[in-house]
């Protein structure tokens, strides 16, 4: 079970507010790159852990945790950054008070026309989780597939795009404040992205390969295991690289590279049958006579 | 541009046709762990790639155009699986066709009741892009960043999910036409998850790290960098691991691990303004005056 | 505005209640192909009207009202087809009462398993605006483009689909009410096919073509407007039919057909910006350099 | 900010593996009635919380904490139900350990039709974050409109329904774990309902109305205010009760009750303009002219 | 079944056409706080009523029936707001005759820059059922429970949430025309809040609790009925309130309060099995030497 | 199976970048209207073709396979309006290369405004599979109903709603690049609506009326089959036009138009059982002696 302490986990201050930074903080909150994401991916993982003993199941615990008080300090500064922020076109001194009156010299207006509408409309001037778009947080990103290995690689994944976003919030935004709790939530992401691959290590490396490992690979068609397919129409091969020639990752096969002709048959599927709803031109006559 | 051939990719056929069989295909279309997910993905990585030269657009091309035949193949076999399935509960002879009424011993109701109902109502018995439980594809989940390392560890967690999906399906049918297809896509499943990591490695493995890695790490509050936070509220250290001591994955740090206490203050935000429409509780009496 | 008549547009009676086509009925209600969209499609077409007078307006105004009746009385059909549900797998008395058990041989347990678990979870046997898969309707299939012409089609196009999961309804039951209901619901959509198609008639027919009729067709790109393209890769021409030669339907052109070879280039984008979260790898080092 | 207890908050226990009631349980953890919800909006209602003083920041920060644990339990509910699911309708022998299989005398087949096939395919069996239909949570159930006696109402009624959903669970399941669980559920459930009603009444009741209480209700069509409008087209009125006499529920006027006739006109918009992409029937010739 | 009146329930006017407050009006359309929501709650509850008598489905089925004059009206709004919008960012005439060029100074490009692009790519300057974001509105929002009390308290939850929207939107206007159409709007959305708690007072008030009161409250675990749990980690009581001492709302307890323990033990699931999907690491050898 | 080619369908190339276009062509991208729509669309109509012969399903593969090079050449397009866009409010250079700063006067911070904020935080200044608000596409779009008359409706309004949103895009640029693009998309469209129409006229034209035309028109209520339905509450008939009076579309019958009264009886539906979760006052109480 689960245990809160009203301080956060890292200071979250705001010297100018910003409503555009609001809309942009959102991204991090409610996005498929944020924290809500990686916090409930983790929890489920964790909550569904069959591996012989609870270890990951306590690192992922203990994450997920860290990760609610990541959702917290964002949704603090979004409500940090709309203080202030005009309630109406008419209410022109509001604005004064906010960086795109200040520094982008915009009427009430245009700061109004530039801010996430429904920050003033639904929520009062506070975080909700959705994306810089409006658009709500929808939990089928949360990937907890059962197998501990594709786990890793999803959370590796979801770090690795979450600290691309949160870089390029530090670039977007020239608040002391701002930047200080980005520093630290960036440097969090670099630790989540280590942490992930360092199970990857821990589990074998490229003994997790390929995933899942436990199903028996003679039962995969292995002229294909390791073949760069190509589908130029032209019979252009595939770009050559690592992956085209030398020893596959997994060490159980070699790379090559071709183009690839069809090896099945155009199909051709059975005609309607009289009560499927289909037009009379595509039902089977017989099957009409027969009935 | 694209073009096609006629021709599946590799031979789909079905002996005995499975309604229940062909609602589990439906995530191996419509899922997240599904083939439109990865065809879209490669094909929306390929149209944004900024990387010095066009190789890797190339690669992402000629995997997405592959992901596309596969689609095909699943949405065939979903037709197959779904020819003599019962259109009503009371057309007894059609259940005797397929697998359930042959082995199961159900009644045509039961086999009805097993099928995903929208193949008899909404689609004339025929595949469409939802995944097992009609839930349609929505392409929030095609993962382009502009990030080409995280795109691809993005694209890992795809194959590796998709592989588990893959021999789960497998291991769920008995249909030696089905398994056959299965052991195909399996093995391109397979190539997927090495060509991508073979990626990360020809773009310098640990050297992609921390993704992304244009980022001037003095930027980011080291201290917590390459910590692992413990969020135990006993106090109890995290798990021990390759994630909690020795160098980090990218060689820039060293793991160490310990409980946290928190650094920030709790927040108060301001009270609300009277235009707001909050309660008169939540307003501050000095706003209202200076009305 | 709008006003009610407690009595239903049509009689609604079920013999057996059968929890099974509850469950159908649903896509009918919340389905793409139902009734909600049709309904709310037709009232925003006439709340945003702008031919030159009223009369579609009113037309559409006209048939929205009727399809507002129709959702009551299929949502009346769930609940009654929901009468006498079991409630629980212990529940054995239940069963006996729903055609399932009396007519499938299936057991209490067998019957609630091929129900829709939401009738008796969320609903507490009643119908809610989601399809047979309890995907609930989304408003973004409610059409209404501000073309006139281009409306029509849609809603040629959403009675056609409708009419077709009705015919599926009608065959999918043999209990005489829920039939009469739907002979007269099948009828309905008969009409709606004809009287949207009969707009198109009035509008001009083949005038209405191109749509919108409004763009001068000296802009587009005239060579390509009637010509049939084909993408077969080994260059055989695309089938032959009423599509590939003679007359264009708007009778401003003739079909023709043809293997089609790339008129563009290979795209080039330019490298990643230096704060645009790109690996470095994919940055223009004089970029950085000019920094 | 958040810690964690890798003790569950109460004991969950299965006794008898039961893969349909997985399913239904999974309505508590991804339903708008269920546990994912109430967590997530009682957090988003303490993070922006702007009332004079702290106290309901942390009402709600208890409460949300306290729900985390509950989604917690519900998910290891889940899984400990799934153990022993079939894995294939070939894997005759695992059927047995279930309930379907040993009190329904269900086939190992019938027993996986019954399941939710995304347990088998998705997560290796273990619970998601959908409902009972697989159809994923979505944020928008996240209310916290930064009014605070709208948000109690909004907290009410989701434990409303959660009660009521929970009570339809327990009536579902005979398993005395699953039935020790439910009935600690369901007090809680209880006390939540209670809590945000004291709430209400600690703000002041009626006194609270309407909300927000911060708008001047002169500037309200006060004629309007407590009409219990009749829209029966033959001028029946509305039933009376409560609600159509005696004094408002805010103690600010009296209830009256009547048919209502329209007050506006016939809307007429203005033609559609020659680049607004309508067809030429919908363009203003006038303005056509004036190009 | 219905009827329409070609008149609007209400005049509706803009004096000077505001593209921003089209866009803002859309959230009281297709947001979840707007009239679609409460359009369609209100008729699936009627439509789905089982009260021994049908006194509540008539009440519902009137006011249901007035709010789809309510999206009538706004999407007329939206349409007149949206009259002599720019089309285009070279239009120059058009935006002078818009609010935001007249007061706020903006260019053509900057007033099209503030719209809602949909507005001009999609409806041809109409509304539709999406919120001021754009996201369409989604029928999970509908709730209709099948408890009376339930629903009534889910239904002042809409109309709170509502009330609230339609004062922001007035305090956003300076329109007279639109402030006219909202001062009605809202005293409607006075009037529905009162009735619905009218009916929670018809039903017994207090004694409708908790909800569902048909469920013996000797089955949930009464020890925790009325007990204000506290999560705090550092053992610090919840705060003090009306939740915390003192009878319960439904007089059936008293209400305590305090520090919460773990009543539970880590859970422990069982070894993944070998046709699972899961890594070898993650499965009971045994299981697998046994197959 | 697919093959691609590396070059472009046709060229596309921008003069002047323009981050508002960018997020405009977003629309023709992943709006209902646009490619990715239209591709799926016509593919899973060809995968499910039950036609007699596989001509249609050749003609649909041709025309899909087409259309994904139009998603590839939007793609494109935005790329190409996103080089040189702000990435932050303080870059006031970037500015200064689009076509906001250099016609229309805005500064850095309002061009950054009037962008889609993903394409900033999400891309990497690239296309999305999401519409001009953001929303992802869903593939709850696609329709492919097994009815092939019914197909090619939905193919044609499909073409006409894309063939608008491309004239309104064609007159919201003035760049010479993307207004060829677009004369070529137009063009394309022009064909596209042609063909399906080509398509419904060689099924026979009226004679695939209605739609299924499989269905016996004597099993519905033909008395209803073409009357058009008068809804006004004081009797007012239905407009005239060619959908009141003269022979039907499909010449089976003549329309006729009139008001329409009720002809069911208001629904009793039973009352809730004890079991049910309703309130007590909902329940039968001779079902709760009975337990």
Redesign the interface.
């Known amino acids: ?12 201050r705001v010297e100018k507010p910003d409503p ?1 930074f609001a ?2 903080l959102q ?1 991090a909150i ?4 944020g924290e ?1 994401r990686v916090c ?1 991916q983790y ?2 993982q964790a ?6 003993n ?3 199941r ?2 992922l ?6 990760e ?2 990541h ?3 964002l ?2 500064a979004v ?2 950054n709309l ?1 202030d922020a005009p ?5 022109e001194g509001a604005a004064d008070k906010v ?2 009156a200040v ?5 009430t ?2 700061v ?3 801010m ?3 920050h ?31 786990d890793m ?2 959370n ?2 979801a770090e ?2 979450g ?3 949160a ?8 608040d002391p404040g701002m930047r200080d709790m980005l ?2 939530m ?6 989540h ?3 992930w ?3 990857i ?4 490396g490229a003994a ?8 028996d ?1 003679r ?16 019979g252009t091969p ?2 050559e ?3 085209s020639t030398g020893p ?3 060490g159980h096969g070699e ?1 090559y590279a071709g183009h ?1 002709e ?23 006559s017989k099957a009409i006579a027969a009935e």
Chains 1, 2, 3, 4, 5, 6 share one sequence.
Request: hydrophobic content about 40%; proline content about 6%; some cysteine.
């Open positions: 079970m689960y245990y809160h302490d009203k301080r956060l986990q890292y200071p979250v555009l809309r942009q991204q409610g996005g498929i790159e809500i409930l929890f489920f909550w569904g852990a069959r591996a012989p609870n270890k990951y306590d690192l615990l203990n994450t997920a945790t860290e609610m008080g959702v917290e300090m949704a603090t409500a940090l203080e309630l109406s076109a008419q209410e960086v795109g520094m982008g010299g915009e009427s207006r245009q109004l026309e530039g996430m509408q429904r003033l409309l639904s929520t009062g001037l506070a975080a909700f989780p959705a994306n810089s778009d409006g658009v709500p947080f929808d939990c089928s990103h949360i990937y907890a597939s059962g197998n501990i290995a594709a690689y999803c590796v994944a690795a795009t600290r691309t976003l870089v390029r919030l530090f670039n977007s935004t020239s520093h630290f960036i440097a969090r992401d670099t630790m992205q280590q942490q691959l360092a199970v290590e821990e589990l074998g997790t390969l390929p995933i899942p490992n436990s199903f690979q039962q995969e068609h292995q002229r294909f295991s390791y073949f760069m397919m190509g589908t130029s129409r032209d595939p770009p690289g690592r992956f596959s990752i997994d790379f690839f069809p090896l099945g048959e155009e199909p051709v599927l059975g005609p309607a049958r009289p009560l499927s709803g289909a037009q009379s031109e595509q039902i089977d």
